[in-house]
C-alpha cells in the first residue's frame, strides 16, 4: 500500500520533464510492487502512466537483481497491456516500449528486450514500411542515446539462435534496421560500435560495414599480439564478472524467495494460530452447552419424578374418595331404608282397606312424615 501511496503521489506531480528524486522514488516503489500479488500486472500498469524516463531507469535497476523469468514476466505484462496495445502510440508504446527496449538490451537482457521490440514493430509495420512515429521515437530514445551498440548486439544474438524468436520476427527486425539505415539513422559502421563481433551467419542491415579486426600497417606486429592478449584478459575478466554477477543475482532471488516463502508461512501460522483460537473458544462454548444442558436434564428428571408422586398421591385420593363416597352412599341408603320401613309397613296395611277420609289423613301423614326424612338425610326436592 506505501508503494501504490508513494506512486500515486508522484503521478500527481504532473511535470512535462520529471525530476531525478521523483524518478527515483517511482522506481523504488515498483521495484516494492512487484513483490505484491499481481505484482507484474501492476507494475506495467504504472509504467504505462509514468513518464517515459521511469520505465528505463527501472528495468535497469530491476535487471540488476531480478531472475530472467521475473524480468519476461514484466516485458510480456507491459506488453499485453491494454493501453499500451490500443492506446496512443506516440505516449505510449513507442516512449515507454522503446525505453524498455533500451534498458534490457542494455544489461543483456535480449530475450525480453527483443520480445517488447518485437511487439512494437508488428504494430508500427505497415504496407509501406514502418511508421514515422516508430522511426522518429527509435532516433530520440536509442539512436541518438548512442543505444544503437545494443540493438545491433540484439540482432545478433537473435540471429544467432541465442533469443528464441520466430523467423518472421527476425526478418521484421532486418527490415527495420535497413530502413533505418535507408533513412540516415544509422549509416556506416564507424557511427554505430557494436561491442561484440557479428558471427558470419549474422544478415546486418545494409550499409553496415564489418572492420577487419587485423592491425593496421603502421602498428608492429608485437604492439598488436599485446593489444590481442590484453582483450582476450579483458574478455575473460568480463566473463568472470558475468558468471559472478549471475551468482549473485541467483543468490539474491533465493534470498527473496526464501523471504517469500517466510512470509508466507508466517501468515499461515497466524492464520492457524487463529483457528486454534477460535476452536478452543468454540470448545469451552460447546463444554459450557453440555454442563448446562445435563443440569437442565437433572431438573427435568427431579420434575418428573414430582410429577409421577403427585399423580400417584391424586389417584391414591381419588381412590379413597370414590371408596368413601361409596361407603357414604350404601349407610345412607341403609339409613333411610331403616327410616321408612315403618311407613312402608303401615303402607302396606293400609293400602288394601277402602279410601276414606282417615286414611287419606293418614297417608298425608306418612308422606310428610317421608319428605321430613328426605330433607333430614340431605335429599330435597327444591
Same mark, same amino acid.
Given at each position: ?17 520529471? @525530476? ?83 534498458? $534490457? ?25 514502418? @511508421? ?80 577487419? $579486426? ?6 608492429? /606486429? ?50 492457524? @494460530? ?51 363416597? @361409596? /361407603? ?55
Amino acid at each position: 500500500m506505501d508503494a501504490i501511496k508513494t506512486l500515486e503521489d508522484v503521478l500527481a506531480k504532473k511535470a512535462k520533464n520529471m @525530476s531525478n528524486e521523483n524518478r527515483k522514488r517511482a522506481v523504488g516503489a515498483l521495484l516494492a510492487l512487484f513483490g505484491e500479488d499481481n505484482g507484474a500486472k501492476q507494475v506495467a500498469e504504472y509504467l504505462i502512466k509514468l513518464h517515459y524516463s521511469v520505465c528505463q531507469s527501472f528495468f535497469e535497476e530491476f535487471c540488476l537483481s531480478a531472475s530472467d523469468e521475473n524480468i519476461i514476466a514484466i516485458a510480456e505484462a507491459l506488453v499485453n497491456d491494454e493501453q499500451f496495445k490500443k492506446g496512443k502510440t506516440n505516449n505510449i508504446m513507442y516512449p515507454k516500449g522503446l525505453s524498455a527496449v533500451l534498458a $534490457l538490451a542494455s544489461k543483456g537482457k535480449y530475450q525480453a528486450s527483443f520480445l517488447v521490440l518485437s511487439r512494437i514493430l508488428s504494430q508500427s509495420e505497415k504496407a509501406g514500411g514502418f @511508421s514515422d512515429g516508430c522511426v522518429n521515437n527509435f532516433k530520440k530514445l536509442i539512436a541518438d542515446k548512442n543505444g544503437m551498440p545494443f540493438i545491433l548486439n540484439l540482432f545478433e544474438h537473435a540471429t544467432e539462435g541465442e533469443v528464441a524468436c520466430k523467423e518472421f520476427e527476425l526478418k521484421r527486425l532486418d527490415r527495420f534496421l535497413k530502413s533505418l539505415d535507408d533513412k540516415g539513422v544509422v549509416t556506416s559502421h564507424e557511427e554505430v560500435e557494436v561491442t561484440s563481433p557479428i558471427s558470419k551467419s549474422t544478415q546486418p542491415p545494409s550499409g553496415f560495414v564489418a572492420t577487419p $579486426l587485423s592491425p593496421a600497417p603502421d602498428v608492429p /606486429q608485437q604492439k598488436h599480439e599485446k593489444v590481442s592478449n590484453g582483450a582476450e584478459t579483458i574478455t575473460r575478466i568480463e566473463k568472470n564478472q558475468q558468471e559472478i554477477l549471475a551468482a549473485i543475482r541467483r543468490l539474491v532471488d533465493s534470498r527473496s524467495s526464501i523471504e517469500a516463502l517466510s512470509l508466507a508461512i508466517a501468515r499461515r501460522d497466524e492464520e492457524i @494460530s487463529a483457528i486454534k483460537s477460535d476452536l478452543a473458544e468454540k470448545e469451552r462454548r460447546a463444554a459450557s452447552l453440555a454442563s448446562e444442558i445435563g443440569v437442565k436434564e437433572k431438573q427435568l428428571a427431579e420434575m418428573k419424578g414430582k410429577i409421577d408422586n403427585l399423580t400417584g398421591r391424586l389417584r391414591t385420593s381419588l381412590q379413597m374418595d370414590n371408596i368413601s363416597k @361409596s /361407603q357414604e352412599l350404601i349407610t345412607l341408603k341403609n339409613d333411610i331404608s331403616e327410616a321408612l320401613k315403618l311407613d312402608y309397613a303401615d303402607f302396606a296395611k293400609s293400602k288394601e282397606n277402602p279410601y276414606s277420609e282417615d286414611l287419606f289423613e293418614a297417608y298425608r301423614s306418612t308422606l310428610a312424615r317421608i319428605f321430613k326424612l328426605l330433607k333430614r338425610f340431605g335429599i330435597t326436592c327444591q
